[in-house]
């Protein structure tokens, strides 16, 4: 009954590695989020889709590849990882049908890169 | 470019103790202004929101008001308990989620 679930929810991998972060939300929201935390906990928004289309992209290297297949999922791929990719990956959703609804959040994704 | 600033940074009280956590905007053109918890390790819970048209909003122990105009939101905790540690986010929306840098809370029993 997850609202918004991430997979996995931690991950520990090697420097140059590829790879994925799934999100997939059951709450009928048309808009999706990828955050950043880092280590100063400071949340900052990376990317967001509305009805599997694009509409934010902060300044955040291209080896970040976010991809929509439905309006239900939003997964986050990188390539080429490097340290300072290290952090927490929140997943949100939200909708903007009637006004901009609250945003649901995933419970992170811990990225570690050695 | 929106910025949200909340005061302060942290926050030590003894248990019972009412208080407030303030968030400040610069954009006042929002969609709505959400309040978060986040307990250490874990994801974000929703305490509150106040869309742009409201000026607040209750759930049991906690009331949080937004004054739109002068870009400012305050979250007040009525009788602090232990279990109200966790940091604190606000956040505002418009087309996108702009959060503030969080104020952790420790409540002493």
């Known amino acids: 009954d997850t609202a918004v679930s991430q997979t996995p929810k931690y991950l520990v991998t090697q420097m140059g590695n590829d790879k994925s972060i799934k999100c997939e939300q059951n709450?009928?929201?048309?808009?999706m989020y990828w955050y950043k935390q880092d280590s100063k906990k400071f949340l900052k928004i990376m990317f967001s889709y509305n009805n599997k289309e694009l509409i934010i992209n902060e300044t955040v290297p291209n080896r970040f590849s976010p991809k929509s297949p439905d309006k239900a999922h939003l997964n986050l791929h990188i390539n080429s990882l490097e340290l300072g990719d290290s952090a927490v990956y929140f997943c949100?959703?939200?909708?903007?049908?009637?006004?901009?609804?609250?945003?649901?959040f995933g419970q992170g994704t811990r990225l570690t890169v050695v | 470019k929106q910025e949200v600033t909340q005061i302060p940074a942290a926050l030590s009280v003894p248990e019972g103790e009412n208080l407030v956590l303030n968030c400040s905007f610069t954009d006042s053109a929002i969609y709505n202004l959400q309040w978060f918890r986040q307990d250490p390790g874990k994801g974000l819970t929703s305490l509150l929101l106040i869309q742009s048209s409201q000026r607040e909003q209750t759930s049991g122990r906690l009331n949080a008001s937004l004054d739109k105009s002068s870009g400012r939101s305050t979250l007040y905790i009525a009788a602090s308990q232990p279990g109200d540690s966790a940091t604190y986010l606000c956040?505002?929306?418009?087309?996108?989620?702009?959060f503030g840098a969080g104020t952790r809370l420790f409540v002493k029993a």
């Open positions: 949100a959703s939200s909708s903007t049908t009637g006004g901009r609804t609250e945003a649901f």
């Open positions: 956040a505002v929306s418009d087309l996108k989620t702009i």
């Open positions: 709450l009928g929201h048309d808009t």
